[in-house]
C-alpha cells in the first residue's frame, strides 16, 4: 500500500525558514516524480513545485509565487521528499501534501498533509 | 503560468440530478486535463485524466470532454457520495489548478 507521511510542519514567523518533510513507502520511491501541493484555510488547491526522478534528471520546477524562496530536493536511500522554505509570508499559511507526480497523467497519491503556520 | 477558471464556484444539486462542471484554461492546453475530487478532511482523488480517460475504479457516471481551453466534467446522475469539491488541474505546462467547485446538497 502506498503511504505518504508529511512531518515538519508548525509555527515560524514572517520571514523564517521550515523544512517539511515527506516519508514514503509501497512503491519505489527513485522512480517517481514528486510534487508539493498546499492548500490555504478556505481556498482551493494550489501546486507549489515537483522534482523528478534521479533518472530524469532529479530537477525540480516551482510555481511562481515561490520560486526563488523555496526548494525541493529528494533523498531516495531514504525514500523522503523534502521541502525548504525560505523567506516565507503570511499567504504561505497552508496545509502541504506531498504526492506522486505521473507529469501529464496527474497525482495519484496523496499524504494526509502539514500545516505550516506563518505569523508573528 | 497557464490560468485554469472553473464555474460555476460552487453549485446545489439533488441527488440523481445531472451535474456539469466547466473548466477553462487561459491558452490551449491540448487534452492535458485532469479532474480531481476533494472531501473535507481527506486526500483529494484523481477521477479523470487526459480530458476524458477514467481512473480504473471511479464509477462510470462521471464522464470528461473537451480540448484545447474549454472542458467539462459531468456527473450523470449525482449520488450522495459526490458531494465534494471539484477541481480541474492542466499538466500541459507549470502545473495549475482551477479554483474548484463545491457540489452542495440542494
Known amino acids: 500500500e502506498v503511504q505518504l507521511v508529511e512531518s515538519g510542519g508548525g509555527l515560524v514567523k514572517p520571514g523564517g525558514s521550515l523544512r517539511l518533510s515527506c516519508a514514503a513507502s509501497?512503491?519505489?520511491?527513485?522512480?517517481?516524480?514528486m510534487s508539493w501541493v498546499r492548500q490555504a484555510p478556505g481556498k482551493g488547491l494550489e501546486w507549489v513545485g515537483r522534482?523528478?526522478?534521479?533518472?530524469?534528471?532529479?530537477?525540480?520546477d516551482y510555481a511562481a509565487p515561490v520560486k526563488g524562496r523555496f526548494t525541493i530536493s529528494r533523498e531516495d536511500s531514504r525514500n523522503t521528499l523534502y521541502l525548504l522554505m525560505n523567506s516565507l509570508k503570511t499567504e504561505d499559511t497552508a496545509v502541504y501534501s506531498c504526492?506522486?507526480?505521473?507529469?501529464?497523467?496527474?497525482?495519484?497519491?496523496w499524504g494526509q498533509g502539514t500545516l505550516v503556520t506563518v505569523s508573528s | 503560468d497557464i490560468q485554469m477558471t472553473q464555474s460555476p464556484s460552487s453549485l446545489s444539486a439533488s441527488v440523481g440530478d445531472r451535474v456539469t462542471v466547466t473548466c477553462r484554461a487561459s491558452?490551449?492546453?491540448?487534452?492535458?486535463l485532469n479532474w480531481y475530487q476533494h472531501k473535507p478532511g481527506k486526500a483529494p482523488k484523481l477521477l479523470i485524466y487526459?480530458?476524458?480517460i477514467l481512473l480504473s475504479g471511479v464509477p462510470s457516471r462521471f464522464s470528461g470532454s473537451g480540448s484545447g481551453t474549454d472542458f467539462t466534467l459531468t456527473i450523470s446522475s449525482l449520488q450522495p457520495e459526490d458531494f465534494a469539491t471539484y477541481y480541474c488541474?492542466?499538466?500541459?505546462?507549470?502545473?495549475?489548478f482551477g479554483g474548484g467547485t463545491k457540489v452542495e446538497i440542494k
Open positions: 488541474q492542466q499538466s500541459y505546462s507549470t502545473l495549475t
Open positions: 509501497g512503491f519505489n520511491f527513485s522512480n517517481v516524480w
Open positions: 487526459a480530458a476524458s
Open positions: 504526492t506522486t507526480d505521473w507529469a501529464i497523467y496527474g497525482h495519484t497519491n
Open positions: 522534482i523528478k526522478s534521479k533518472t530524469d534528471g532529479e530537477t525540480a
Open positions: 491558452q490551449s492546453i491540448s487534452s492535458y
